[in-house]
């Protein structure tokens, strides 16, 4: 087998040079949204930048700003009022997790419950 390498180096170096383009022309991207819809790890990276005290008009900079120093590319973008939307969401998951904690707690818990909401 050494022979026919030795025998062929354009072939090889076209070979290694094609599969260097190649990989070259492979790009990182980071898919904001999946068939229209925002995804769950995009919407919990937005609910983590808000914690950390990002601001709604500045999620979308901050994520392509992050994306472009790690060198991917930001397919699509987040507007302030989808960072709004999973806001909410996100506060109504935290409610519901909240009340499915106290459905699984002792009764003295519903009595807290019950005096606090009613």
Same mark, same amino acid.
């Given at each position: 087998?050494?022979?026919?390498?030795? @025998? &062929?180096?354009? @072939?090889?170096?076209?070979?290694?040079?094609?599969?260097? $383009?190649? $990989?070259?022309?492979?790009?990182?991207?980071?898919?904001?949204?999946?068939?229209?819809?925002?995804?769950?790890?995009?919407? @919990?990276?937005?609910?983590?930048?808000?914690?950390?005290?990002?601001?709604? $008009?500045?999620?979308?900079?901050?994520?392509?700003?992050?994306?472009?120093?790690?060198?991917? /590319?930001?397919?699509?973008?987040?507007?302030?009022?989808?960072?709004?939307?999973?806001?909410?969401?996100?506060?109504?998951?935290?409610?519901?997790?909240?009340? /499915?904690?106290?459905?699984?707690?002792?009764?003295?818990?519903?009595?807290? &419950?019950?005096?606090? &909401?009613?």
């Amino acid at each position: 087998m050494a022979i026919c390498v030795t @025998q &062929f180096p354009d @072939q090889k170096s076209h070979a290694t040079s094609t599969a260097a $383009e190649k $990989e070259r022309a492979i790009k990182n991207t980071f898919n904001i949204k999946d068939k229209g819809i925002i995804t769950d790890h995009v919407c @919990q990276l937005v609910l983590k930048l808000i914690n950390n005290g990002v601001g709604t $008009e500045h999620i979308d900079s901050v994520m392509d700003a992050v994306c472009k120093t790690l060198g991917v /590319e930001m397919v699509e973008h987040v507007s302030s009022c989808s960072v709004g939307r999973i806001t909410i969401e996100g506060g109504v998951a935290g409610d519901l997790r909240i009340m /499915e904690k106290m459905i699984d707690a002792s009764s003295k818990s519903w009595i807290i &419950f019950s005096v606090l &909401f009613n």
